[in-house]
């Protein structure tokens, strides 16, 4: 804790509010790659939203949920879960972006990821897999211009006007029978797009590698029977046509991705585009259309927001149900153990400690962030704490009962106690490590914790609460079963002569105890 | 040595007091038979009330001073909301503030009445918190604690199985899971109480927790049973015995199990907190239930199941024979003293005594303590 700096442990969203979209692909079939491209795209728009430090994660097989912290935008929810969607248009103008490295003059420099069809197309042999599932679910799905209307298009004044006002950053729109001005990733350049000539779910498969007799990285595509045919009427007419107007554009949600020059007529459906990739660039271009291509749509299946006021309020109901039932239990072990009752308060008091520091740690090292149920999990905690002491105890009883002196039982009864203690805290773990694997929602923090304090409770068990009888049973007070320690003859229902092994025979006269009544 | 009247408590203590699981095992049985039947019942007739999240709908919270007419001025204002046809229902949560549940919106319709419920509130929107949920989400929940049960049951009688040598402790322990769960469930059936998501949290945590009670219940049954062909005890009777000897553990783990999710209860409800108040809620249902079905079906059953064995059966019939001899023997000494202890249960067929001691084997003592228990047995009844 010292070390990491952080005295207090990271709360969930519902605890210091902010706003959680969990965002449930609607698709019947999810591979779970897609699903992680889903995320990577989904990261990346909230990160260009400026909201902070938001969290986009995996959750179960179908669900990524986002959770910014004090956001409260009502379009988050829109913007992040919209569908991604690729487009293949043509350029029809290109000017310089508002980007830091901004050249002005395409045609002198390369522009980064220029393809270059094959020579002789040849079909590359591409080592994704097969593409899975249809368009269905595919948002956007309003018919696309022919290609003979999409190569005709010419950029009217509005679109030159539309093109010179535009700043990186504004808001697109999507029609795919539209021009569309569009920057890249870098926002080097700006561009003038004409209608959707071919839709990303056109595109089976999207890889890279280094393709044979080439020295650099490529990305290589390649498209389903409609995608080939439009591809090849876009790239027949684009390869005779001046810089730019020679190029097509991929677009993604509105961003260029790559801007590539049709070299050749290309016929059989497989592009591939050549630029100065490397291993990175390629395999980031070649996942972005693959992404598009797999028509991953997602519905918003929960959205909750939490005030702040709120998010404190539920904080503090949980800490205080906490400390409540820490001192509840505390009263009611000095009630039935007497003075032992400072083994059950000590032991509990230094598992709270170690789950504390334990959630501090992990909140820092692995962003475990505590939530509402994550509390309640702790508290269900306490029982299984203050158990395993009881289980000790009574196993104490039963051995002073059957004859042995408290010294021997103390020892005894530990060593019949411990395989419960670990069996029953076996099968907790295994209820915490299940629901952790296989839940969804808030029930994994809830699962954690309870986890987390079980682990502790062995720890705790073996290392503190066990040496801690051992030590008290060699002070006179609790080794001779005073009156009060709770471990006197009347509490264990034996005599003082057979609870002391006989040591003290006769040292008080009374061999009968009086009752409390 | 107990002269003066003990507590009960102080007499389940010193191990005076102790009751019977076995020879009143077919009414607890049928109790719990009655109690999961009444369940069913009470779930065709009446159902379960779903939340929000299980239907899908958005619900707003807005904090406001509630006073007696609040409610129906706020329900009064929804119909001149600008989204038509929210199915608004309107609650208060305490004294300050209010809750609005509509059906499912869509984001634009969320934000104009969002912004609308706050005029109403008198608050900023940024006050007025929201859920919206999808009519899926429930359903993945609900799915989702239906795997992890199964996987879990799997894998707990697997453990069981593999811990204690002994596959009929899997089959009594799960009996006595499903028995809670159903019992749980019932009891949100009958008084209507809302399932939420947190609802399935605590439903699976009562797993975990009432497993892990007739764990320990179980592994003093094994204790008590080891080598049991060689002693003059049925199963049944060491099964008992331990019952009795874990009962004392059972009360106080389920006091102390119980009181800091009784204080979650409480501080949830009090202070509104609806997750905080749904998951005390199922986990106190469940607690308790899972500390009676340790002790009063899965024991029983796990005995009943054992007894059921041929070599068990066979183990009984050799202690019969013995007592029927050691009973004839007396009855021809004549000697009065040795029929009226040893030869009170002679002839007959019984499993078990009215009293089964957990004391020490030491005849005079136990004599008198039992004459002790039985008479304030009377007096208690």
């Known amino acids: 804790m010292a070390v990491t700096r952080t005295w207090s442990p990271k709360l969930g969203l519902d605890l210091q509010g902010g706003q959680t979209i969990t965002l449930s692909a609607t698709n019947r079939s999810v591979p ?13 728009r909230v990160d260009g939203l400026g909201v902070g430090e938001a969290s986009v994660a995996i959750q ?64 590359t042999p591409s080592p994704a897999a097969t593409p899975t599932g249809g368009a269905d679910g595919q948002a956007g799905d309003e018919p696309l211009l022919s290609m003979a209307d999409v190569l005709a298009y010419q950029p009217t004044a509005a679109d030159t006007q539309a093109l010179a006002d535009f700043t990186c950053g504004d808001p697109t729109h999507d029609d ?10 870098q926002d080097v350049y700006k561009y003038l797009l004409g209608p959707i000539a071919i839709r990303g779910q056109d595109l089976n498969t999207a890889s890279f590698g280094i393709p044979q007799g080439d020295l650099a990285y490529a990305v290589t595509l390649s498209f389903n029977s409609e995608g080939a045919t439009r591809l090849s009427d876009l790239t027949g007419t684009l390869v005779s046509q001046t810089q730019p107007r020679n190029m097509f554009a991929i677009v993604l949600d509105g961003v260029v991705e790559s801007a590539a020059r049709a070299e050749a007529k290309i016929a059989n459906g497989e592009a591939i585009i050549r630029g100065d990739f490397n291993a990175d660039s390629a395999a980031g271009l070649a996942n972005v259309l693959k992404f598009g291509s797999l028509p991953l749509s997602f519905e918003p299946s929960q959205v909750e927001t939490v005030s702040p006021t709120l ?13 409540l039932g820490l001192a509840v239990v505390a009263l009611y072990s000095f009630l039935y153990y007497r003075a032992m009752g400072i083994v059950v308060v000590a032991s509990l008091a230094v598992a709270a400690a170690a789950t504390y520091a334990m959630m501090v740690l992990l909140g820092s090292v692995f962003g475990f962030a505590l939530n509402l149920p994550g509390i309640a999990g702790a508290i269900v905690g306490i029982a299984v704490t203050a158990d395993s002491f009881i289980i000790y105890f009574e196993r104490i009883r039963d051995e002073i009962r059957e004859g042995k002196s408290l010294k021997s039982a103390l020892q005894s009864g530990w060593e019949k106690a411990r395989g419960t203690i670990v069996i029953s805290d076996a099968v907790s773990l295994l209820s915490a490590v299940v629901l952790f694997i296989l839940a969804i929602g808030s029930v994994k923090g809830f699962a954690f914790t309870l986890g987390l304090t079980t682990l502790l409770d062995l720890a705790v068990v073996f290392f503190f609460t066990r040496p801690l009888v051992e030590l008290l049973g060699r002070t006179k007070f609790f080794g001779e079963g005073r009156r009060g320690s709770g471990l006197d003859a009347a509490h264990m229902g034996v005599t003082q002569e057979s609870l002391l092994g006989r040591r003290l025979r006769r040292k008080d006269s009374t061999s009968t105890i009086a009752q409390e009544a | 040595m107990a002269e003066k009247k003990l507590s009960v408590a102080e007499r389940l203590y010193t191990g005076h007091l102790s009751y019977d699981f076995m020879k009143n095992r077919k009414g607890w049985f049928i109790f719990s038979g009655i109690l999961v039947a009444l369940t069913v019942v009470v779930l065709l007739v009446r159902g379960l009330t779903l939340g929000i999240e299980f239907s899908g709908g958005t619900d707003f919270q807005a904090p406001m001073k509630i006073t007696s007419s609040t409610v129906d001025d706020v329900r009064a204002h929804m119909n001149e909301l600008s989204v038509d046809e929210l199915d608004a229902q309107v609650f208060s949560l305490g004294d300050s503030s209010i809750r609005i549940q509509t059906r499912s919106l869509t984001p634009e319709e969320t934000t104009t ?43 707990v009688m697997v453990l069981i199985a593999a811990y204690f040598r002994d596959w009929k402790m899997s089959i009594a322990a799960i009996v006595a899971v499903f028995h809670d769960l159903i019992v749980t469930v019932g009891v949100y059936a009958a008084v209507g109480f809302t399932v939420t998501p947190s609802t399935v949290i605590g439903v699976l945590t009562i797993l975990g927790y009432s497993l892990y009670d007739t764990v320990v219940v179980f592994d003093k049954i094994r204790e008590n049973t080891k080598g049991i062909e060689h002693t003059t005890y049925t199963y049944s009777e060491q099964a008992n015995r331990a019952i009795n000897q874990v009962l004392v553990r059972s009360l106080n783990t389920t006091v102390i199990g119980v009181l800091p999710v009784l204080a979650l209860f409480i501080a949830g409800t009090v202070l509104q ?6 998951l005390g809620l199922a986990l106190l249902v469940g607690m308790i239930a899972g500390a009676y079905s340790s002790l009063f079906i899965a024991a029983p059953l796990l005995a009943w199941l054992r007894e059921r064995e041929p070599k068990m059966i066979e183990h009984r019939e050799q202690i019969e024979r013995r007592k029927a001899r050691s009973a004839a023997k007396a009855a021809h000494r004549e000697s009065v003293a040795t029929a009226a202890t040893s030869g009170a249960a002679a002839g ?34």
């Open chain 1, 32 to 44: 779970m790659d897609s699903l992680e491209l889903a995320r990577d795209i989904i990261q990346q």
């Open chain 1, 60 to 123: 179960g097989d179908r669900n990524i949920v986002v959770s910014a912290p004090n956001v409260d935008r009502d379009d988050l929810a829109e913007l992040v879960g919209a569908t991604a969607q690729l487009a293949f248009r043509p350029v029809l103008d290109v000017a310089a972006g508002t980007g830091p490295t901004a050249t002005p003059s395409p045609g002198e420099t390369p522009v980064p990821g220029l393809p270059t069809a094959p020579a002789s197309p040849t079909p």
């Open chain 1, 176 to 185: 795919a029978d539209r021009a569309l001005v569009a920057c890249d990733d």
């Open chain 1, 311 to 323: 998010g404190g309020e539920q904080l503090r109901v949980g800490i205080i149900a906490g400390i």
């Open chain 2, 113 to 155: 009445t969002r912004a609308e419920i706050a005029k109403i509130a008198g608050v900023v929107p940024d006050d007025v918190t929201y859920n919206a949920i999808g009519g899926s989400w429930g359903q993945q929940i609900t799915q989702k604690a239906v795997i992890a049960l199964v996987v879990f049951v799997a894998l």
């Open chain 2, 273 to 278: 907190s609806g997750p905080l108040a749904d």
């Open chain 2, 348 to 381: 007959t067929v019984t499993l078990t005594e009215p009293v089964v001691e957990v004391t020490d084997e030491q005849g005079a003592r136990q004599q008198r303590r039992t004459n002790v228990s039985r008479a304030d047995r009377r007096k208690g009844k």
